[in-house]
């Protein structure tokens, strides 16, 4: 168990990012960069993991479970995210600092900028100022994600915000929609993306794909199946690998634990799961060995001693109704900014199961990616370097010349997205 007042936590604080340690001063706060924490789960073949925090309860069972086991987590939220939840850019830093002051410190976390998306020049435009303002506030990781454009565009877009994003901070970048079952990024365009980017000098930890993943609820009713390739995903793997690039594996709710357990092998270090935690906080019946929530009748199920109260789920689902979002739809997730604070002015018994289940899960997720004791791999990884400055050390492989357009053209493209996958 880290201990706070030891000297080893203390140079820790020391070298935290600069913008962490422009913020927080001499709070003893264990923010660190998200490249350190790449890094570890690298040394120790673990995964991290990544936890989208559409509502404060899940930073605080989150921080509980990896101060428990010795770990270390990703506290993310998507750009998408960030307007429809209560949890935005600007207050989760400020919920993480105070969650952690309860448990007096001591658990190591990153804030990741989860799904950054990039769909046009104005958007990229937007993202200097934009990602500016975020990074000012404590964030010390950052997913761009480009990858709705035609491969080309992807890594122009994608190397162009990457340039403004501190270089001592994590870094992602995406190749391939995150669509579902049967829809897989290619060897060939992960090399020439990431290969791409390298020759521009951007260095990314971890790589999205398309593995046959999903973001949001199964149904298995309408046949809609996991469909994670692992096979797929350890051939990326091993081709970006002398890139000092590893797998980010997104859409993990609803997946088995059993197939779960052998993610690290696939060559995945970072373990993204967000629809999972909602469903804790609402107390939506799911499924004891992948937390996909059950659909029964056409409509999510409510179980009564779990998440918030059942006269707050009637006022959510009559809201829901109002807006035509169908009872099993991923559009529930537009329930979290209007329900904010109704939700966290329930009860504290209710707020403590919320919390007490999230703990829960979030330890069964850190067995099974590996990362019990991952906290003392980032210690020694952190303890190793001279000053705050994360910047990974790597080298340009090929000529910019090697990842052309034409090049590009020539990959084979899937179809065009048709909805937002972006969270």
Known sequence: MIKVDGAGYREVLRKRPLNVQALYGEEPVGLVSGRDIAEAAKKSGAIVLAANVRNPLTIKGLLRAAKKMNSVVLLEIAKSESTYCGCNFDNVPDYALRYSAELGHGVFFGLHVDHYGIKSKEDLLKSISHLRKIIERGWTSVAVDASHNPDWENLCFTRDVAMHVPPYLGLEAEVGEIKGKGELSTVEEALFFVGG?????????????????????????????????????????????????????????GTPFEKVGHFADAGINKGNVGTLWQNIVFGLKMEPQTGNAVIEEDSYVKEKDRGVTEALWREIVAWADDQGISRKGGDYKKANKPFHDPIMSLPEPVLERIVAETEEWAIRYIKAFRAEGL?????????????????????????????TREKALALSRRESAKGDYSD
């Open 197 to 253: 980017l390298n020759a521009w000098g951007i260095f990314p930890d971890y790589l999205a794909i398309s593995n046959g993943s999903l973001h949001g609820t199964y149904d298995k009713a309408a046949g809609v199946e996991e469909g994670i390739d692992l096979q797929r995903t350890l051939e990326i793997a091993q081709a970006i690998r002398p890139y000092g690039v590893s797998i980010a594996q997104h859409g993990i709710s």
């Open 375 to 403: 906290a003392e791999v980032l210690l020694e990884t952190v303890s190793r370097r001279a000053d705050e400055n994360a910047a990974p050390e790597r080298a340009i492989l090929n000529p910019r010349s090697a990842f």
